[in-house]
């Protein structure tokens, strides 16, 4: 089988490469270099990274292929969030860059080459009723389908996830008996086309700064100044600068540039049990109105809820429990009341 392989510098590629040689695969190695266009010291194309690559395609007898994505990684994805954060959105550009980048520009540059494309994804490929489906991890924490929920049934056919099947703490396990350059690297953090360029940073070169009131939505009082409302997001707790906290983003208002907070861990204004899924993306096949569970970007587990469609075909999720932080732009992702399958996913909307 013809396959080519992801590779990251981290653990989780690397111990893909290795259980995909253990069982007589050859597979193409493949970097891709990506952040944003002519910044050489971004996260994606660092030193580091490279040179574990390197070390590890050494480890198997393999050549490391580079693909410059650069370019396109600004065109489509840096382009997406800032768009998204200019309308007072909380745009998710990982799961835009497996759409658009690891399983499109590549795709459409070098992956439709081979049968299969592998990563180091904690996801797994489900055949069920004759029909591929888009798994859950056997992890729950580490499941990684909610960014890859935006891809097709189509492309799901010809992925593969050879760390699918594995808790984290095995992955890392096989990595150190096998003595893998990167066994002891820590996990990557943050927002995948930033690398290491700080957040609020970012949106300062493109966005700038202009001075708004922070307003306490209770009682109706400035509590302070913040320097933009793109530099906060619904359910935000840190870096609002006040006291007497915690304070929680509750709303914002972007025509007056006017940030909304709430006081108190136990404060309901930060919870909401609806919302509403715009653009809905369906994997393999279409949810039925009833049960499913469903993640949101930063709650890392399973929650379950309702699914259900109105007349002019809004899809709505009504929970079972409280949701702390339902910001509108972050994608919502639905799975079958097990949790075994991912359906597909759909931009929040209050």
Request: with cysteine; hydrophobic share 40%; proline share 3%.
């Amino acid at each position: 089988m013809n396959i080519a392989l992801l590779l990251s510098g981290g653990v989780d590629s690397a111990v893909a490469l290795h259980l995909l040689t253990e069982q007589g695969h050859r597979p193409d190695l493949w970097y891709i270099k990506i952040g944003m266009e002519g910044e050489e010291d971004t996260g994606c194309t660092a030193e580091e990274d490279m040179e574990l690559c390197q070390a590890t395609a050494h480890r198997y007898g393999l050549k490391l292929n580079v693909i410059d994505l650069q370019k396109e990684y600004w065109e489509r994805v840096a382009a997406y969030a800032l768009e998204r954060v200019k309308a007072g959105l909380t745009p998710n550009p990982d799961v835009m860059c497996n759409r658009l980048i690891k399983f499109g520009a590549f795709e459409e540059q070098v992956g439709h080459r081979y049968d299969k494309i592998a990563t180091g994804h904690y996801a797994t490929i489900v055949e069920r009723d004759g029909k591929t489906w888009l798994g859950t991890a056997k992890d729950p924490v580490k499941d990684q389908t909610d960014f890859l929920a935006q891809l097709s049934g189509v492309e799901v056919k010809r992925l593969l996830f050879p760390i699918g099947h594995l808790m984290k703490e095995e992955v890392r396990r096989i990595a150190l008996e096998a003595k893998l350059p990167s066994a002891r690297r820590k996990d990557s953090q943050g927002i995948c086309f930033l690398g290491k360029i700080n957040y609020n940073d970012f949106l300062r070169r493109f966005l700038g700064e202009q001075e708004g009131k922070i307003i306490d939505i209770e009682t109706n009082r400035i509590l302070g100044t913040h320097k933009g409302y793109w530099f906060h997001t619904i359910g935000q707790r840190k870096g609002l600068g006040l006291s007497g906290g915690p304070w929680f983003v509750v709303k914002k208002n972007i025509r007056k540039n006017v940030i909304f907070v709430a006081n108190g861990w136990d404060t309901q204004l930060q919870y909401g049990k609806t919302f509403k899924l715009a653009d809905m993306h369906w994997i393999t096949e279409p949810a039925q109105p009833g049960p499913i569970a469903f993640k949101v970007r930063h709650v890392d587990r399973f929650m379950q809820g309702t699914l259900s469609i109105d007349e002019e075909g809004v899809w709505t999720v009504v929970s079972d429990e409280p949701v702390q932080g339902i910001a509108p732009g972050q994608f919502g992702c639905l799975y079958d009341r097990d949790c075994t399958v991912c359906l597909g996913s759909g931009e929040i909307s209050l």
